[in-house]
Each structure stands twice: as structure tokens, then as C-alpha cells.
């Protein structure tokens, strides 16, 4: 039966349908970040009471547009962590109290297992084992994946995230909040070789990141320039252009490292067109295959949330009826399929 997929954990509310069998039957995406931008970033409290008045309205669009009424519903999903703990405990509580009042289990889920099994909502998907590069607005991680949630951490970022520094460099070059796919089209306009940027980290072995660096060396850039827009999108440019050697350079490393030969890209950053050229040509001469979702599903939304659920129910977990959320939440903590139900 079809699993509902609910995901709160940060400014995006998303609500899905997805059946191992069908496949994702509807999907809506409500987005924050006009409510955001004039502050310059999230605000938990706005975006826990944005998330209240947004659910239940768009649980009923996405049934509707799925064609299914509520006691169709086979078990429900929610993000439990990681993630701001009010605008989790939203989605947790209309999630366990639907699944409450229909007599179907519920399961929390974990945010960014739901990234990493985004491809999976994809026609011809990977099977493990693969490598995951997950690179996203609060994480960047070399993940081994032995099985369907036996996770391995190879790798790390000391710092800032890849989306963090994307949304930082755009801010720090004037752009207005998020500025990470901005920065991104710009980046597209920009003239290539003017600047060039260091490749944080690939000198020396190891699978870790680090941006921070790189950020600020975009800041003297910034400041000793003439500050146009063109200079603005040739910055842009070399700052994407060392961004996405990185993340390549670190992922062929991984593939070595593991004998794996499959690669999966998630999260926001997985949306950026460069960094899906230069693996999709790196994957062609060397030999592996590499799996993304569709850009939509690389940033947040409730289908990847359905569909990580789906299997877990399916392999019969799926927790008491307490609102449990996790805020910090361990990737590698996670059981596999088949084991004990995490947390
Ligand atoms: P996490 O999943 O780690 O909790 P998050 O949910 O905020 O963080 P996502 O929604 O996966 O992150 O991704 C958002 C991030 O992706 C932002 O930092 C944004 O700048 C970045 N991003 C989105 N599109 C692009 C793009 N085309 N190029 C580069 N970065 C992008
Ligand atoms: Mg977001
Ligand atoms: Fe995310």
C-alpha cells in the first residue's frame, strides 16, 4: 500500500505518495524562502509555525493529486532528524497522529538517508554497494554504502558544508539569501581561467573537505576587484570551477579506495550543472557509473522522505507511537533493512 512521506526538517515543507510497486504517485513542494530572506536566513521559530499551516492543506493536494483517499494510505513517513527541532516536531506529530488515527504505522526517518536514496525515485537505479557523495546545505559526506542503510563514513568536511559555502560566497559578493543557485548561474555567464582558486585538501591523502578557505580567498578576490558584474560571474566561475574539481577529485579517491564502481551524487549541491557534467565525463573515461536524481529531488522534498520510508516499513520496522525527533542524528547509527529498527 502507498506510504505517505512527510519532510519538515529545515524551510522546505514536502509531502509525497510513493508505493514500492507504483512508484511516486504525487508530490508537492512548498518552499520558505521568501518568508526567510529578509533575514538573511532561517529562522526557526518562522519556519516551525510556516510548516503548521502549510501541512495538513498540502497532505490533502497531494492525496488528491495521487488520486487516493486517506485510509489508502498503507504507513506514513516523517523526517525525525537531523534537523531544527521545531519544524521537525511538525511533521513528526501530524505524521504519528495521522498514522494513529488510521491504524498504520509510522516511522521516522532519517534526513539525509532520504538524500542519499533519492536516485532510487529514478528509473534504472543504483544498487549497492556503491559510494555516496552527499553534499548538501548542512553536510558533505563520502559515504560507502554496503547495503541499504549500512552506512560507512570515508569522509568528511572540517568546516563548512558545500551548499553553506556556495550560499556564503554568493552572500559575501552581494547576492541575496539563499545565494547558492544563484551563484551557480552566474557562474554559468563567467569567463573561465580568470580566477583561479585553490583545491582545498586534494594535495595531501584522505577523503575529508574543507571550504572555509576557499571562501576567503574569494573575499580577497572580491575586495581587491573593480566589483562588476562580470568580475562578480568570473568569480563565480573560478569559485564553482575549484568547488566542483574538489568534490571530483575526492569521489574518484573514494571509488579507489572502496573498489566500488558505482557513484551516487545527492542533496542540493547534486542539482549543480557542473558538478553533473564533470562526473558524468569522469564516470565515462574512467569507467564507472555515476546515479542522480532528478535536480528537483536533490534538494528537499517529501518524495526521497516516502520512498526511504516505504522500504524500512516494508522490511517491517516502523516505531512506537511516541513524537520522537532527533536534532543530531548519527548517519552511521542507522540499521540495515533487515536488522533492529533505528532509534
Ligand atoms: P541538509 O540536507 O544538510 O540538512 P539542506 O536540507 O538545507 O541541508 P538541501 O536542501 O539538500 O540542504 O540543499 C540546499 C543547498 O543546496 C543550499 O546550500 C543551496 O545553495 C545548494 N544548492 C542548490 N542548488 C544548487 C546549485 N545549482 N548549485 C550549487 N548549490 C546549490
Ligand atoms: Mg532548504
Ligand atoms: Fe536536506
Redesign the pocket.
Known sequence: KPVLGIES??D?TGVAVYDLKAGLLAHRLYSQVRLHAEYGGVVPELASRDHVRKLLPMVRETLAAAQLRVDDLGGVAYTAG??LIGALLVGASAARALAWSLDVPAIGVH??EG?LLAPLLEADPPKPPFVALLV????SMLIAVEAIGRYRLLGDTLDD?A??A??KTAKLMGLPY????E??RMAQLGTSGRFRFSRPMTDRPGLDFSFSGLKTQVLLAWQQSDQTDATRADIARGFEEAMVDTLRIKCLRALDTTGARSLVIA???G???RLRQQLDEAARRHGFRVYFPRPEF???NGAMIALAGALRLAAGQGDSTAIHVMPRWDLESLGPLDGEPAA
Do not use: I
Open positions: 526538517s529545515c522546505e537531523p534537523g534526513h539525509m538524500h548538501s546545505g548542512g553536510h558544508a551548499g553553506e556556495f550560499d539563499p545565494g547558492g543557485p551563484l551557480a542533496g542540493g549541491v542539482a549543480n550543472r536533490c534538494t528537499d
